[in-house]
C-alpha cells in the first residue's frame, strides 16, 4: 500500500511539474492587456453586451452586438453624424451626384491608413468594393444579407455596378438606377472599409456552408479598419471582446485604452452588474428598470424614436380584409394613445404613418388615426362585417427596441378590438421558434411586429413594408391598390431631384394612412442604453449606434 | 472485468446512436429554427428560401439525417449560429467543457466534503442537535429549487454585500490560458490574482449546485452509517479494542460508503441538470449556459454536440462507478 502511495505521489508531483514547466505566463510585462499609453486616458470602458458576435468581419453580419464592436474598428465611406440620423463625412470628405443620380463621386480624406498600416486610397475603397459584389453562392445565400437587401442582390440584379478610381483620392461609384437610398445605405456598418491586405491575406470572401451554419475566413478573426480602436482579442472561454486604442488614428484619439465587451446574454444579470460596477453601461434596458436605475445614480439615455411599431393585416389569408372598411374600422377601434401611455416608456408617441418623424419625406400634417368606436361598428355593418374574427398574433421570448412588452401591447389592442365587436384569436409563438414564420408565410390575419430603420430614407420604412409587391407580410398582391403602391414607391426612390422626392413621400405616406390601409401604425417608442454615473462623454444615437471613442470612465 | 467494460462501452455507442436519432428528430419537429434566427425581421420569403436551401434544410429529414450522423461520425458537428456564431460546434464543447467541469467539481467537493463528515456525525449522534439541523438543513437542499437558490445567493453574496462577482468567469483579462480550467491555470502559470479571481467567481455557483448533492449525499451517509453501527463486524471490533480511528476509518465509513459511492455517480451525472441553471444565473460560461443560450436561439448544431456529450458523459460516469463499486466491495467482483 506504502509503495502504491508514494508511486502516485510522484506521478502526481512529476505530472504538476510537466505541466507547470509547458505553462509560461504570456502577460506582457507592463502586466496589463490594455492600450499603451497615447494621447488619451489608460481606463477601460467595460460594456455589457447581449449577445456574442457573430463575425467580426462587418459585411457578414447582421445583428447590432456584432456591429457595436465593429463599428469602434472600422469606419464607411460615409459615417452617421453623432446623435442624429444624417449622414456625414466618413472616409470621404466629399460626395457628389451626376445629373441622372447613377454615378457618385467621393473624395476621400488624406492620410488616413488603416491598422496595419496600408493607406486608404481610391484603390483601396474600390478593393473594398469588388470584393463585397463578388460573393460566392453560400455567402449570397445568407451571411451577405445586408448586401443582398440593400444593394437588391448580386450580379445583374444587384443596384452597384462599378468602382473606379479616378485618381489616387477620388473614387467613382456607378449604380443601375437612381434611389434615394444612395448615399445613406454606404453608412450601413456592414459596409465599412477594411484593409485590402487583411482581406487579401485572410482569404476574406472563403465563406463555406458547415452543417446548418456558416464557416468564416481568417479575416473574419482578424479584422483590420481605420476607426479609432483596434482588435485585439476575443476570449470565448470567458466570453469578452477587447479592442485596444488605435494610436495612429487619423482623427482625435480615443479616450479610452480598452474597450472590454462582457458578453451577457440575461437582461437583470446585466443590471446586477452595472449596479456592482463590473460594466460601466448596457444596451436597451427595460423601460420598467429606467426609473430604478436612475434612483442608483446611473444615466439613462433615451434616444430619439427611429422605429415603428405596427399591426400588420393579411388579406389574402382572411378576406374581409381586403374590404377598405374593414381595415380602416379596425384602425378606428385602436386607442393609440392610451396603449403608448400605459405599455410604453416615457418619450413614445402614438403613431400616424410607417415611419418616425426625423425620417425625410415624414408627413407632418398627418396625425394618430382617433379612436372611434361608434364609427368602427357602423364601418364593420356596412362592409358586412359585424362577425369578423381575427387570428391575432404576437412574439413570445422577445422584447424588441419597438416594442418592449410584446404580451402587453397585444392585450391592450385585443380589448379595443372586442370592443367594436371584433372577435380576437390570440395566437402567440416563440419569436425564432415560429412567430417570424409563421408571418412571413401568411399564418396570421393580424400580427404585431416593427422595424427600426438601418439609415435615414424613407425607402428603409415604406419600401421595406410595401415595395415588393410579390413577396411582403402585408400581402399586397390580394389588394386592389397593391400594385400601384408598389409603383409609388418605386417611383418616390429613383426620384433625384431631393424636395421633389421628400413631397412624393410625404404623399405617399398620407395615401397610405388614409387611401390604401395596408396595415396600422400604432407607435414610436424610444430606447435607451444606460451607463453608470462615472461615464461622461457618451453620444445616444437613434440609429442606436454609439461610437464610444468619446467616452470617459471616472474622468480619465 | 475488460469484458465488462467493453460490453459497457458498446452499450454506450447504442445510446448515442438512439438519442442522436431522438434528438433530430425532436429539432426537426421544432416550429422556426435557424434560417428565422439568422434572417430575423430582414427575411422575406426569397431569401428564406435560398438560405433553406443553401443550408440543405428543404430535404428530406432522414436525408438530413444522414448527412449530419457522416459529418458526426468524422467529429464535425456543423458550426454554431447563435451562441458563438462560426466557431464549430466540437470546438465549443470542448472550450466550454472545462467550465462546467471546473464547476462541477467543486460543487461536488462542497457536497462530498460537507456531506460525509455531517452523515457521520449524525448518525453518530442520532437525534441530538446536529442530526436535526443538518437534516432539516439537507431537507432545504432538496427542497429549495437550484435556480432560486442561486439567485437567492447571487442577491446576497454579490449585489447586497458584494463580495463576491455577480455573474462570468473571470475578470483578469489578460490572464494566460493553459488547460481552459482557469483556476488550475492560473496556478501553473503562477498567475495568483488570475487563479484567485476565478476561484472568488466558482464559490456561489458552486454553493448553489452543491445544495441537492450535498443533501443526497449526507441522507445516504447517514442511513448507511446507521445500518453499519448496528453491524456485529463493529461490535466485534470495538471488542477487540481497536482504536475508534481504526473503527471508524476501516469498519464503519469503508462498508458505509458502498450507497454513498453510488448515490455520489448519480449526483455527478444529475449534476448537469443543475449545472444548466446555475450557470445561466451566474452567466458562467459551461456548457450548460451554452445550451440555454442555444436554445433561445435555436442554435441546433450547439443543442445536438452539448445534448450527446451530457448523455455520453452520463453514462461513462455510471461506468466508472460501478468500476469503483468493484474495487470497494471485492464481492461484486466475483458475482
Known amino acids: 500500500m506504502t509503495v502504491r502511495k508514494s508511486t502516485s505521489a510522484v506521478l502526481l508531483t512529476a505530472f504538476a511539474l510537466t505541466l507547470g514547466a509547458c505553462a509560461e505566463s504570456e502577460r506582457s510585462d507592463d502586466g496589463s492587456g490594455g492600450g499603451s499609453g497615447g494621447e488619451g486616458g489608460d481606463g477601460t470602458f467595460t460594456f455589457g453586451a447581449a449577445g456574442a458576435p457573430e463575425v467580426f468581419d462587418p459585411f457578414y453580419a447582421s445583428d447590432g452586438e456584432t456591429f457595436r464592436i465593429t463599428r469602434q474598428i472600422f ?76 444593394m437588391e442582390g448580386f450580379g445583374e440584379d444587384s443596384l452597384y455596378r462599378s468602382c473606379e478610381a479616378t485618381d489616387d483620392m477620388t473614387v467613382d461609384l456607378t449604380i443601375a438606377r437612381p434611389t434615394s437610398k444612395f448615399p445613406a445605405l454606404l453608412s450601413l456598418s456592414s459596409f465599412a472599409m477594411q484593409s485590402p491586405k487583411a482581406l487579401e491575406e485572410g482569404n476574406a470572401n472563403e465563406v463555406t456552408k458547415q452543417g446548418e451554419g456558416f464557416s468564416y475566413p481568417e479575416n473574419a478573426q482578424n479584422p483590420v479598419g481605420t476607426g479609432p480602436y483596434t482588435f ?27 474597450i472590454v465587451f462582457k458578453i451577457i446574454p440575461d437582461e437583470s444579470t446585466r443590471r446586477q452588474e452595472l449596479e456592482a460596477d463590473s460594466i460601466n453601461g448596457y444596451d436597451l434596458p427595460n423601460p420598467v428598470d429606467w426609473k430604478g436605475l436612475e434612483d442608483g445614480g446611473n444615466q439613462v439615455e433615451v434616444r430619439p424614436a427611429f422605429n415603428i411599431l405596427y399591426m400588420g393585416l393579411n388579406p389574402e389569408r382572411n378576406e374581409k380584409l381586403q374590404d377598405k372598411k374593414v381595415r380602416e374600422a379596425i384602425g378606428l377601434a385602436l386607442d393609440r394613445e392610451g396603449m403608448v401611455k400605459a405599455q410604453l416608456p416615457e418619450g413614445a408617441v402614438a403613431a400616424s404613418q410607417f415611419m418616425p418623424d426625423t425620417v425625410q419625406g415624414y408627413n407632418s400634417e398627418l396625425q394618430p388615426t382617433e379612436r372611434d368606436v361608434e364609427k368602427a361598428k357602423s364601418l364593420l355593418k356596412e362592409a358586412g362585417a359585424e362577425d369578423l374574427e381575427l387570428t391575432f398574433a404576437y412574439p413570445s421570448e422577445v422584447t424588441r427596441p419597438y416594442m418592449p412588452n410584446p404580451q402587453k401591447i397585444h392585450e391592450a389592442l385585443t380589448n379595443n378590438l372586442e370592443e367594436v365587436g371584433i372577435t380576437v384569436k390570440a395566437v402567440t409563438k416563440p419569436w425564432n421558434g415560429g412567430y417570424l414564420d409563421g408571418v412571413d408565410n401568411g399564418q396570421f390575419d393580424a400580427w404585431l411586429l416593427g422595424w427600426t430603420g438601418d439609415y435615414d430614407s424613407a425607402d428603409n420604412f415604406i419600401g421595406t413594408f410595401f415595395g415588393n409587391l410579390e413577396s411582403n407580410d402585408f400581402q399586397t398582391s390580394a389588394t386592389d391598390f397593391g400594385e400601384q403602391l408598389s409603383q409609388e414607391i418605386k417611383e418616390a426612390d429613383q426620384t433625384v431631384d431631393e424636395a421633389e422626392r421628400t413631397a412624393m413621400y410625404e404623399e405617399l405616406n398620407k395615401k397610405i394612412a388614409e387611401e390604401y390601409i395596408p396595415g396600422l401604425p400604432i407607435s414610436h417608442s424610444p430606447p435607451a442604453i444606460v451607463v453608470n454615473e462615472d461615464v461622461e462623454g457618451l453620444v445616444a444615437s437613434p440609429l442606436t449606434a454609439e461610437e464610444f471613442s468619446t467616452v470617459t470612465v471616472g474622468g480619465k | 472485468m475488460l469484458r465488462f467494460i467493453v460490453r459497457r462501452l458498446l452499450q454506450l455507442v447504442l445510446v448515442i446512436f438512439a438519442l442522436s436519432v431522438l434528438l433530430f428528430a425532436w429539432l426537426k419537429s421544432l416550429p422556426g429554427g435557424t434560417v428565422s434566427a439568422m434572417l430575423g425581421e430582414r427575411a422575406t420569403p426569397e431569401s428564406r428560401e435560398a438560405l433553406t436551401k443553401e443550408l440543405g434544410l428543404d430535404q428530406p429529414i432522414p436525408v438530413q439525417y444522414w448527412s449530419f450522423l457522416k459529418r458526426a461520425v468524422q467529429g464535425d458537428f456543423g458550426v454554431s449560429n447563435g451562441v458563438q456564431p462560426g466557431t464549430p460546434a466540437l470546438d465549443l464543447l470542448l472550450e466550454r467543457f472545462p467550465a462546467t467541469i471546473e464547476l462541477s467539481i467543486s460543487a461536488l467537493l462542497v457536497a462530498v466534503l460537507l456531506a460525509l463528515p455531517l452523515g457521520y456525525l449524525a448518525a453518530r449522534r442520532r437525534g441530538g442537535i446536529l442530526d436535526n439541523v443538518a437534516i432539516v438543513g439537507s431537507l432545504v437542499g432538496v427542497a429549495v429549487p437550484v435556480f432560486f437558490l442561486a439567485f437567492l445567493l447571487k442577491y446576497w453574496f454579490a449585489i447586497e454585500l458584494g463580495w463576491m462577482p455577480v455573474s462570468g468567469r473571470q475578470e483578469v483579462g489578460n490572464a494566460t490560458r493553459v488547460t481552459g480550467f482557469f483556476v488550475l491555470d492560473g496556478l501553473l502559470t503562477r498567475e495568483w490574482d488570475a487563479s484567485l479571481d476565478a476561484l472568488k467567481h466558482l464559490v456561489l455557483p458552486a454553493i448553489a449546485l452543491a445544495s441537492i448533492p450535498f443533501a443526497m449525499i449526507f441522507r445516504i451517509t447517514r442511513a448507511s452509517v446507521l445500518d453499519v453501527l448496528d453491524e456485529d463486524f463493529v461490535r466485534t471490533a470495538r471488542s477487540k479494542g481497536l482504536t475508534s480511528r481504526v473503527i471508524r476509518g476501516r469498519h464503519i465509513m469503508r462498508n458505509a460508503l458502498l450507497p454513498v459511492i453510488t448515490a455520489i455517480g448519480l449526483q455527478t451525472g444529475l449534476l448537469l441538470g443543475g449545472a444548466i441553471l446555475t450557470e445561466t444565473v451566474f452567466n458562467f460560461p459551461g456548457i450548460g449556459n451554452a445550451l440555454s443560450e442555444g436554445f433561445t436561439k435555436r442554435d441546433y448544431p450547439v443543442l445536438q454536440v452539448i445534448i450527446l456529450a451530457a448523455a455520453g458523459v452520463y453514462v461513462l460516469v455510471n461506468l466508472v462507478v460501478d468500476i469503483l463499486y468493484a474495487v470497494v466491495d471485492p464481492r461484486v467482483r466475483t458475482r
Request: with cysteine; proline share 4%; net charge negative.
Open chain 1, 75 to 150: 469606419e464607411g465611406l460615409v459615417e452617421v453624424k453623432p446623435g442624429s440620423a444624417e449622414i456625414g463625412p466618413g472616409l470621404a470628405t466629399e460626395w457628389e451626384p451626376n445629373e441622372d443620380g447613377t454615378k457618385w463621386t467621393f473624395t476621400l480624406r488624406d492620410g488616413v491608413t488603416f491598422s496595419d498600416g496600408e493607406e486608404m486610397n481610391a484603390e483601396a475603397i474600390c478593393a473594398n468594393f469588388e470584393r463585397m459584389a463578388d460573393q460566392n453562392e453560400t455567402a449570397q445565400a445568407g451571411p451577405a444579407e445586408y448586401w443582398a437587401y440593400s
Open chain 1, 232 to 258: 485585439e482579442k476575443y476570449d470565448t472561454a470567458n466570453k469578452t471582446v477587447t479592442l485596444k486604442r488605435n494610436d495612429d488614428y487619423w482623427g482625435e484619439k480615443a479616450k479610452n485604452a480598452e
